[in-house]
């Protein structure tokens, strides 16, 4: 009887644990509200802690915008560019993640895997990045 009690809670605790993420406290830490507008990228915060960090973004226009989340100790003022000034995507120098083609007001979200370590984010549709669409995340 006794045993069997035991057995349940342990069956529901590790459900408990491997079920659904976390919903618990732990998320809404690693949840950062980004800005994008003509031309500013505004983030909530600087500073997450490691794990899965959600990226609410709002698009407040009147542009649409992209957002592409770079692992990189780079300054975000430094990295490479092209001739026109935007950020010059490569084998070697490429975004973790990104979400294009962000409408005004659409609610996207962008929901990814972030270890230790410094970020850059940016718009990178033609002159955004130079018109200063960038911006710095430190995750510990
Ligand atoms: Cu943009």
């Known amino acids: 009887m006794r045993t069997t009690a035991a057995v349940l809670v342990v069956v529901v605790a590790m459900a408990v644990v491997v079920g659904c993420g976390s919903p618990g406290s732990g998320e809404s830490s690693r949840a950062v509200d980004v800005g994008l507008s003509d031309f500013v990228i505004d983030l909530s915060k600087d500073l997450v802690s490691r794990g899965e960090v959600t990226f609410d973004l709002d698009n407040k226009g009147p542009s649409v915008h ?7 100790d780079l300054a975000p003022s430094d990295l490479p560019t092209d001739g026109e000034g935007d950020v010059l995507e490569s084998d070697t120098f490429a975004p973790i993640d990104e979400v ?26 033609p002159g955004r990045y130079r018109q200063g669409m960038r911006a710095g995340l430190t995750v510990s």
Not at 66 to 72: D, Y
Not at 106 to 112: A, T
């Open 66 to 72: 992209e957002f592409l989340v770079f692992k990189t």
């Open 100 to 125: 294009e083609d962000i409408k005004v007001g659409s609610g996207d979200k962008l929901e990814v895997e972030l270890g230790a370590g410094n970020y850059v984010v940016i718009c990178n549709l």
